[in-house]
């Protein structure tokens, strides 16, 4: 009898955090390692949201609370639905978890059957189709194209509609390609979504806060309201506040999905952290006019490294909407052969060598389910992304 479940076959370790850790571990061992693996601000998390952590510890706010938030989380969230997004919630209607992945893992275990289908568009976050395998439900991949800019079509999404779907995932701005849709181009979607009422959607919108050139964040429930009943609106703190360590991610929806949700959380983890929770107050009910500062920033190493990628022989990179992230493709790399003679057959082969060869750690595209392509995540110091850009233009022009 196998000592492990069949349930863990089905998944493979993150390869995101795979490379964070191989970066962390090289640079450790005293190797000049640049990591633009990392989904993560490099930015630290704002005074006033620690100063509300340090005080929560000191008012002995360390106990367990609630298992899916404390109602001042609770209400916080509902007014930052209200405020940002037009989105009218109840505290009933809130779950609160460790993290974003807390939230969307729920969410699938609460609600998948065996032959139960998601769709996922492609290039998707590496956690999607696993935590749906896990869940014992099957990912159905629906492929976008770099000439769409990353972004499905509605034809698309309607022909992978079955009787079996129970979820639709949306991720905007996306990771890992920071594709933004539109007003116009989620309406057209949410319109497809709307001649199928057996369909939920589950929106990731974990970047919303970091949108570039005037482009408009939207979120499917607001666009059609039609859509309401069957949506859970996930969000969290992680990334507008730079606040991944602290693990707090959220969701809003129908009241039962948001029980069964909780029932789950109840026998996994409890509460999250109770600490966290009251620093999510203060960073949701507190100023927020630093978002803004930093999207700034972010914008500006986004073209840095665009116009980095772009000047690399072999590689195009489309200039995305929001996000922190980009998808260069390496279609001119592959065939080809590395400086130190490593063939590049697929995109991992071309991150391997990379960070072999250059001391550059990206994500290969394979793990976000489109080839040949690699993410970089540039939320780090303009300099070394400069040196980043610099080591990849090396790198390609080495290729023969
Ligand atoms: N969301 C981040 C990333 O894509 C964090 C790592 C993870 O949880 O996958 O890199």
């Given at each position: 009898?196998?000592?492990?479940?069949?349930?863990?076959?089905?998944?493979?370790?993150?390869?995101?955090?795979?490379?964070?850790?191989?970066?962390?571990?090289?640079?450790?061992?005293?190797?000049?390692?640049?990591?633009?693996?990392?989904?993560?601000?490099?930015?630290?998390?704002?005074?006033?949201?620690?100063?509300?952590?340090?005080a929560?510890?000191?008012?002995?706010?360390?106990?367990?609370?609630?298992?899916?938030?404390i109602?001042e989380?609770?209400?916080?969230?509902?007014?930052?639905?209200?405020?940002?997004?037009?989105?009218?919630?109840s505290?009933?209607?809130?779950?609160?978890?460790?993290?974003?992945?807390?939230?969307?893992?729920?969410?699938?275990?609460?609600?998948?059957?065996?032959?139960?289908?998601?769709?996922?568009?492609?290039?998707?976050?590496?956690?999607?189709?696993?935590?749906?395998k896990?869940?014992g439900?099957t990912?159905?991949?629906?492929?976008?194209?770099?000439?769409?800019?990353?972004?499905?079509?509605?034809?698309?999404?309607?022909?992978?509609?079955?009787?079996?779907?129970?979820?639709?995932?949306?991720?905007?701005?996306?990771?890992?390609?920071?594709a933004?849709?539109?007003?116009?181009?989620?309406?057209?979607?949410?319109?497809?979504?709307l001649?199928?009422?057996?369909?939920?959607?589950?929106?990731?919108?974990?970047?919303?806060?970091?949108a570039?050139?005037?482009?408009?964040?939207?979120?499917?429930?607001?666009?059609?309201?039609?859509?309401?009943?069957?949506?859970?609106?996930?969000?969290?703190?992680?990334?507008?506040y730079?606040?991944?360590?602290?693990?707090?991610?959220?969701?809003?929806?129908?009241?039962?999905?948001?029980?069964?949700?909780?029932k789950?959380?109840?026998?996994?983890?409890?509460?999250?952290?109770s600490?966290?929770?009251?620093?999510?107050?203060?960073?949701?009910?507190?100023?927020?006019?630093?978002?803004?500062t930093?999207?700034?920033?972010?914008?500006?190493?986004?073209?840095?490294?665009v116009?980095?990628?772009?000047a690399?022989e072999?590689?195009?990179?489309?200039?995305?909407?929001?996000?922190?992230?980009?998808?260069?493709?390496?279609?001119?790399?592959?065939?080809k052969?590395?400086?130190?003679?490593?063939?590049?057959?697929?995109?991992?082969?071309?991150?391997?060598?990379?960070?072999?060869?250059?001391?550059?750690?990206?994500v290969?595209?394979a793990?976000?389910?489109?080839?040949?392509?690699?993410?970089v995540?540039?939320?780090?110091?303009?300099?070394?992304?400069?040196?980043?850009?610099?080591?990849?233009?090396?790198f390609?022009?080495?290729?023969?």
């Amino acid at each position: 009898m196998p000592f492990l479940s069949d349930a863990l076959d089905r998944v493979s370790p993150s390869p995101t955090i795979a490379v964070t850790q191989k970066a962390m571990d090289l640079k450790a061992a005293g190797k000049d390692v640049i990591g633009l693996g990392a989904g993560e601000p490099d930015f630290d998390t704002p005074d006033n949201i620690k100063a509300a952590a340090i005080a929560a510890i000191e008012a002995g706010k360390t106990k367990y609370t609630a298992v899916d938030g404390i109602p001042e989380v609770k209400q916080a969230i509902c007014d930052k639905f209200k405020r940002d997004n037009g989105l009218d919630y109840s505290p009933s209607q809130v779950s609160v978890s460790t993290g974003g992945k807390q939230v969307l893992f729920n969410a699938l275990m609460a609600t998948l059957n065996p032959g139960d289908e998601v769709i996922i568009p492609a290039p998707y976050w590496v956690s999607y189709p696993d935590m749906v395998k896990l869940a014992g439900g099957t990912p159905v991949i629906v492929e976008t194209t770099i000439e769409n800019g990353f972004r499905l079509t509605p034809e698309a999404l309607d022909a992978a509609i079955t009787p079996n779907t129970k979820w639709f995932i949306f991720n905007s701005p996306s990771n890992p390609t920071g594709a933004g849709y539109g007003h116009n181009q989620l309406k057209a979607l949410t319109d497809v979504l709307l001649r199928h009422p057996h369909v939920w959607v589950m929106t990731d919108d974990m970047y919303e806060h970091l949108a570039f050139d005037g482009f408009q964040f939207c979120t499917p429930a607001q666009v059609e309201p039609g859509l309401y009943d069957r949506t859970l609106t996930v969000n969290g703190v992680s990334k507008a506040y730079a606040m991944t360590g602290w693990r707090i991610g959220y969701a809003a929806g129908p009241e039962p999905l948001i029980k069964a949700m909780r029932k789950l959380q109840s026998q996994s983890t409890s509460n999250p952290c109770s600490i966290s929770q009251w620093a999510t107050v203060e960073a949701l009910t507190g100023p927020q006019d630093y978002l803004q500062t930093r999207c700034d920033a972010f914008r500006t190493r986004r073209d840095l490294v665009v116009a980095g990628l772009n000047a690399a022989e072999g590689i195009t990179c489309a200039v995305p909407e929001g996000a922190f992230y980009v998808y260069p493709s390496i279609a001119g790399c592959i065939g080809k052969t590395s400086a130190e003679g490593t063939k590049i057959d697929s995109d991992e082969d071309f991150a391997n060598a990379l960070l072999e060869e250059q001391g550059v750690a990206v994500v290969f595209g394979a793990a976000f389910g489109l080839s040949p392509y690699f993410r970089v995540s540039y939320a780090t110091a303009d300099a070394v992304l400069e040196e980043a850009c610099r080591r990849i233009q090396t790198f390609c022009a080495g290729l023969r």
